[in-house]
């Protein structure tokens, strides 16, 4: 089963600034790659998939990058809107799997 | 517009059985990879099962040979059978589409919880 590593486990940052989260794959996930916003209450919201590519709707300041094992979600600039917890999943080998989260808290 | 719509979550004691249901509509369940994923409290989600348009099916091994996975086409609905339940399965249960045929998932239901305990 392939584990993926997200880091850090909570990030506290203000509006406007930067974020990059961190997700590390057991071994390689090609470029099949997720990530996921969650809000408490609600389902996941897809974000991005295949690595780098914004899901329907989504806002151009988020972004993906990396391949391999190695992959980050950065947010050019937070907006209120965008704290709450983050996933990434792959779908390159079974079972799919998913991070355990990142926290991203208003700071 | 895409939506899924869950039913049939509860409280039930261990070595139950408990049947969910999906609803789907803007879309047809049959044309899709179509999955169910759980989530228990305070943890990421897990993948728990997918339906090919084939009709293949796919189990995590958490739950493989206690749970069934199935469609009605006509009615445009998605199901989870769910035998011999223990503790651990306690989570909210979510139907979801898989994007245009692969495993990343594009639309989500509220999900509908799970409690087993005695």
């Known amino acids: 089963e392939i584990v993926l590593t997200q880091s850090p486990a909570t990030l506290s940052l203000s509006p406007g600034e930067r974020a990059a989260l961190s997700c590390r794959a057991s071994q390689s996930v090609s470029s099949f790659l997720a990530w996921y916003q969650q809000k408490p209450g609600q389902a996941p919201r897809l974000l991005i998939y295949?690595?780098?590519n914004r899901a329907t709707g989504i806002p151009a300041r988020f972004s993906g990058s990396g391949s391999g094992t190695d992959f980050t979600l950065t947010i050019s600039s937070l907006e209120p809107e965008d704290f709450g917890d983050y996933y990434c999943?792959?779908?390159?080998?079974?079972?799919?799997?998913f991070g355990q989260g990142t926290r991203l808290e208003i700071k | 517009e895409v939506q899924l719509v869950e039913t049939g979550g509860g409280l039930i004691q261990p070595g139950g059985s408990l049947g969910l249901s999906c609803a789907a509509s803007?879309?047809?369940?049959?044309?899709?990879?179509m999955n169910w994923v759980r989530q228990a409290p305070g943890k990421g989600p897990e993948w728990v099962s997918v339906l090919y348009t084939d009709g293949s099916t796919y189990y995590a091994d958490s739950v493989k040979g206690r749970f069934t996975i199935s469609r009605d086409n006509s009615n445009n609905m998605l199901y989870l059978q769910m035998n011999s339940l223990r503790a651990e399965d306690t989570a909210v249960y979510y139907c979801a589409r898989g994007r245009e045929l692969t495993l990343d998932f594009d639309f989500w239901g509220q999900g509908t919880l799970v409690t087993v305990s005695s």
């Open positions: 803007g879309f047809t369940v049959s044309s899709n990879y």
């Open positions: 999943q792959q779908r390159r080998l079974w079972p799919i799997t």
């Open positions: 295949d690595a780098s």
